[in-house]
């Protein structure tokens, strides 16, 4: 056995384990979805008509604002004409309702003192710049602000109102609230603003979110808010917990039973992916707030079969190897690039897959996409890296040239064998 395959041997189980103590140390667990664990409920119903187009805009605006808030894998849909919001293990409630339904409409305003008011058909409907700005926090003079970095048309009719109310004041309003109202010190703006007010840090970044993602094509009211537990229901939960973990189990004595020695690499891989996947899992709701939602179990659950696929290609190579009489210790060497391509095309068909329903769906189909491409990844480092050299150490140090200890038996006359399947069939 190389010395760079017994570093990679133990670099993966330092890194598998590793990384498992790491978080449990820290405290650190996936985050639920809403399914799982439950959250809060936010309906939403326009304040006027609305059509699909305007309907199924504010969604994918109140998407983009949830997750920018870190509430990963929100739940919304429609009803009718209500938007229906869950948002799962929300941290602060209070603040991400009110990010939902904030229509986030920016206008630009004369102050009605001495000067005569705001010519709308000039300038165009108060110069509305719903679409026309992104908004960013950094502080002024101890206070937060909201710089709005203008598009090339909102830039225009903001350097226009500049100069016919130069010295005058200029109400900033947002959804009808007069933010601030400052003086007009000059007459051209570059394409940039400040919005200052009584902002507090939160404040000021839910109304930058607000401002990046755009306003809301329609008014809504919220019909109602409340915690909702989780779908699946605790009972449900439990009783799917327990089938996965009865049929691992399965899975592993199957493996042990047919493969013999090369069954405990196959458990001990599992172990080392499963370790992996639970702490990224863990760090990526902790930093991220990607919640594990039951879309996302559902594709971990596949790539376990994905993963065990990958050593029952290794294994039977080196299993054809040792029928036409070679070494066993050979096999195991000789076997693994041949295997690693086949685990490479099978890896590569799943990511494809993954990644085309990441791109092209939303909500939590996306989930599932996300965690079966997490998990292939996973399984190709962990073929690469522990299973190979895990294999080759069995094989020159347990194995001692005795097929039947990989499931191969060896017939009167000494040739190979294939050992009987357990489910009544040969290998």
């Given at each position: ?10 670099l ?33 119903r ?9 309907l199924?805009?504010?969604?994918e ?23 229906v ?19 986030a409409?920016?206008r ?7 000067f005569n ?25 101890n206070?937060?602000?909201?710089n709005?970095?203008l598009?090339d ?9 500049a ?27 570059g ?6 007010g009584?902002?507090?840090?939160d ?10 993602f ?31 973990i ?5 899975v592993?004595?199957y ?14 891989s599992?172990?080392?992916?499963g ?10 709701g ?5 919640a594990?939602?039951l ?20 294994y039977e ?29 099978a890896d ?6 993954a ?44 194995v ?11 017939t009167?006359?000494?040739?190979v ?11």
């Open positions: 056995m190389r010395r760079s395959q017994i570093v990679s041997l133990l993966a189980i330092l890194i598998g384990f590793g990384s498992l103590a790491g978080v449990l140390a820290a405290g650190w667990a996936p985050v639920l979805g809403v399914q799982l664990q439950g959250g809060v409920e936010v309906l939403l326009p304040t006027a008509p609305a059509d699909d187009e305007q199924d805009r504010a969604i605006i109140i998407r983009s604002r949830v997750d920018a808030l870190g509430v990963a894998e929100p739940d919304i849909t429609r009803q009718g004409e209500q938007v919001v869950q948002l799962p293990g929300v941290k602060d409630k209070q603040r991400a309702v009110d990010l939902v339904g904030q229509t409409e920016l630009f305003r004369p102050v009605l003192l001495t008011p705001f010519d709308e058909a000039e300038f165009g409907s108060a110069l509305d710049l719903a679409d026309a700005y992104n908004g960013a926090i950094g502080t002024f003079n206070e937060w602000v909201v709005v970095d598009t048309e909102g830039a225009v009719g903001f350097d226009e109102i100069a016919r109310y130069f010295g005058q004041q200029v109400a900033i309003v947002l959804d009808g609230v007069v933010e601030s109202a400052p003086v007009i010190r000059a007459t051209e703006f394409g940039t603003a400040v919005i200052s009584t902002f507090d840090e404040g000021a970044r839910d109304l930058a979110v607000a401002l990046r755009g306003a809301l094509p329609v008014e809504f009211e919220q019909d109602d808010v409340r915690t909702v537990s989780a779908t699946l229901g605790e009972g449900t939960l439990r009783a799917g917990v327990i089938a996965g009865v049929g691992l189990i399965l592993g004595l493996m042990l039973a047919y493969y013999r020695l090369l069954g405990i690499v196959a458990v001990a599992l172990a080392i992916s370790s992996v996947l639970w702490s990224l899992i863990s760090w990526l902790e930093s991220r707030g990607l594990l939602t879309a996302g179990t559902t594709g971990i659950i596949v790539s376990i079969g994905v993963q065990v696929d990958s050593n029952i290609v290794y190579r080196i299993k054809e190897e040792v029928r036409r009489g070679r070494a066993v210790r050979s096999a195991a060497d000789a076997s693994f690039k041949g295997a690693f391509m086949t685990i490479v095309w590569l068909a799943s990511l494809i897959g990644g085309v329903l990441y791109q092209l769906t939303s909500g939590t189909v996306r989930g599932f996409a996300l965690y079966l491409g997490l998990a292939t990844l996973i399984d190709l480092a962990v073929s690469y890296f522990f299973m190979r050299p895990l294999v080759v150490f069995i094989a020159r140090r347990l001692n040239e005795e097929p039947r200890r990989l499931g191969v038996l060896r009167a006359d000494g040739d064998a294939p050992a009987t399947d357990p489910t009544g069939g040969t290998s």
